[in-house]
């Protein structure tokens, strides 16, 4: 198992930087594990009464208090040897991303995309490689933007994360030329559409 906490390095720039900061969200510095925990709640909300965790993200064990305050207690990737697993990143840099690594990847690119989940940061550091042979998801899961379009628009949510596998796919040297000006009009759509959705879901929420 693990426990992450806070960086309270974070917590003192963030205290500097913007000092009603905590006050104006309820949360506060702990958004980081409502976020995560957010998107396991979703994958699962699909097909209830489903047990078994999704492969593909860390599992979570639940929160625990500690001397650096709130951690998340998550179940840690090990690799053979009983060491922490490697990430997709060692794995590019060591040269160790052969055939069956980068079916794995597929595998996982393709339940990125077709899940419902919010991912926010998909880099090379946060693929843990389980040695099972599949990718897991360590940290990155959720939203941070500020109006939640992506949260009630599955396709806008599906073009963001294509944005962001052609970004892992460029960061680790693996193909992939930019979508360019035909993006950026979709991307345009997807915004005024995802609007609406959100005006019609409020529009039900009054009428409720
Ligand atoms: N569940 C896990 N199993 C194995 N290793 C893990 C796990 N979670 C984290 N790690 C290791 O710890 C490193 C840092 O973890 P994590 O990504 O959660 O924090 P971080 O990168 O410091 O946070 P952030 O990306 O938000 O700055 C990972 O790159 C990975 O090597
Ligand atoms: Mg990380």
Redesign the pocket.
């Known amino acids: 198992m693990?426990v992450?906490v806070v960086?309270p390095r974070f917590l003192e720039r963030r205290d500097k930087r913007d000092r009603f900061y905590q006050k104006r969200r309820r949360i506060g510095h702990h958004r980081?594990f409502a976020r995560e925990m957010l998107e396991h709640l979703a994958s699962r909300a699909l097909k209830p009464g489903r047990l078994a965790p999704c492969p593909h993200m860390?599992n979570i064990l639940g929160v625990v208090d500690t001397d650096l305050g709130a951690a998340l207690l998550?179940?840690?990737?090990l690799d053979e040897n009983g060491e922490?697993?490697t990430?997709l990143r060692d794995l590019v840099e060591s040269g160790h991303l052969g055939p069956r690594e980068q079916q794995a990847l597929e595998a996982f690119l393709d339940w990125a995309l077709t899940s419902n989940v919010l991912i926010n940061?998909l880099s090379a550091?946060?693929l843990?490689w389980h040695p099972d042979g599949h990718f897991?998801m360590?940290?990155?899961l959720g939203d941070r933007a500020g109006i939640p379009i992506r949260a009630v628009s599955p396709w806008f949510n599906r073009l963001y994360k294509r944005k962001k596998i052609r970004q892992l796919l460029e960061e680790i040297g693996m193909k992939e030329e930019s979508g360019g000006s035909r993006e950026a009009v979709a991307i345009a759509l997807a915004i005024i559409l995802a609007l609406l959705g959100l005006l019609a879901t409020q529009m039900e929420l009054l009428l409720d």
């Open positions: 693990l992450k960086n980081a860390q998550v179940e840690a990737v922490l697993a990430t940061d550091d946060n843990a897991v360590i940290d990155g």
